[in-house]
């Protein structure tokens, strides 16, 4: 079965502290890989996704995810958080010949000034 | 541009009653999602549409069902309600298969009592 999984549940820092979320997924082939975000009381957003082409990927506010094939990762980076990155983060995975999203559990982010 | 709307917003209804989530979407999109999304959990997809008159079933469809007469409505009843279904409900949708990006609506948070 299809999984993906973010091993990060709670993560809590400081203002200009630099983020790194884990994401990996279990399965091979073709994949097309997205982090949301949702703040609180909003509803979900895309930070960004990979589909194919150069493995970094740049979304918005500054945020970057990686995708690793051999790691069957795709870890979310800020080298600098702020308050309002304050947020819940959720990986989801395509798997290219499929019409659904699967999504992680989610990592939740607290930012304290 | 309403985009996604949902309603109601928030909703509270007792054990064994029926209800219906609506989802509305103004971009003619094709697909259209529902998730529940709970605490451990992240989000789970319940079921999916392709297009009018096509639905399909997601990770936890039962105790729901939904149609799609129209391309913009997307309606979600539980048929009897249960306590586990309490959870918060978003709706999805994507314009089409090779984007796989979906845009999601502002919840509805249900509680069944």
């Known amino acids: 079965a299809q999984s993906v999984s973010q091993h990060n549940h709670h993560v809590i820092l400081s203002e200009a502290a630099s983020l790194e979320l884990g994401c990996n997924y279990s399965?091979?082939?073709?994949?097309?890989l997205f982090w949301y975000v949702q703040y609180p009381g909003q509803h979900l957003q895309l930070l960004l996704k990979y589909f194919s082409g150069d493995p970094l990927v740049k979304g918005i506010k500054g945020f970057e995810a990686e995708f690793i094939k051999s790691k069957f990762s795709f870890n979310l980076r800020k080298p600098s958080v702020q308050w309002s990155d304050t947020a819940e983060y959720f990986c989801?995975?395509?798997?290219?010949?499929?019409?659904?999203?699967?999504f992680g559990t989610g990592t939740r982010l607290q930012v304290f000034p | 541009d309403a985009g996604i709307t949902q309603s109601p917003r928030y909703k509270i209804t007792e054990t064994g009653r029926q209800v219906t989530l609506m989802c509305h979407q103004t971009?003619?999109?094709?697909?259209m999602f529902w998730y529940r999304q709970d605490l451990g959990h992240g989000l789970r997809l319940i079921y999916y549409s392709a297009a009018a008159d096509i639905t399909d079933k997601g990770e936890v469809p039962d105790g729901y069902v939904v149609s799609r007469s129209k391309t913009e409505n997307f309606p979600l009843t539980l048929e009897s309600a249960t306590r586990s279904q309490t959870s918060v409900y978003f709706c999805?949708?994507?314009?089409?298969?090779?984007?796989?990006?979906?845009?999601f609506g502002p919840g509805t948070r249900l509680t069944v009592t």
């Open positions: 989801a995975v395509n798997k290219g010949n499929t019409d659904k999203l699967i």
């Open positions: 971009w003619s999109h094709s697909y």
């Open positions: 999805a949708s994507s314009p089409d298969r090779s984007s796989y990006e979906q845009y």
């Open positions: 399965y091979g082939g073709t994949v097309n």
